[in-house]
């Protein structure tokens, strides 16, 4: 099994930045895409970010041009750099890993908080 833990949320301005981590450890040879998701209060869980083993990055285009996803692959983490923070992005932001498979891994979840 693979194991995601993520961190790196808190609170912050409308405006400011933040950046996420997410660190695999386990079975993670096998892990073909990572990605992030989120999830606000009395919402749907909705794709934020992910890149695939050959570097291909999509967003979401609520985030577009604002959030950036980044791999690490020599230390089994990926990274969502948020910037220009806006309210609506408040949520819990949860990891996401695929593997060739198609099994999914998901990491618990930090919580990111846009409020002046």
């Known amino acids: 099994q693979v194991q995601l833990v993520e961190s790196g949320g808190g609170l912050v301005q409308p405006g400011g930045s933040l950046r996420l981590s997410c660190a695999a450890s386990?079975?993670?040879?096998?892990?073909?895409?990572m990605g992030w998701y989120r999830q606000a209060p009395e919402k749907q869980r909705e794709f934020v970010a992910r890149?695939?083993?050959?570097?291909?990055?999509f967003y979401a285009d609520s985030v577009k041009g604002r959030f950036t996803i980044s791999r690490d692959n020599a230390k089994n983490t990926v990274y969502l750099q948020m910037n220009s923070l806006k309210p609506e992005d408040t949520a819990i932001y949860y990891c996401?890993?695929?593997?060739?498979?198609?099994?999914?891994?998901w990491g618990q979840g930090t919580q990111v908080t846009v409020s002046s």
């Open positions: 386990g079975t993670i040879l096998s892990i073909s895409t």
């Open positions: 996401n890993s695929r593997n060739s498979r198609g099994v999914e891994n």
């Open positions: 890149v695939t083993s050959g570097g291909t990055k």
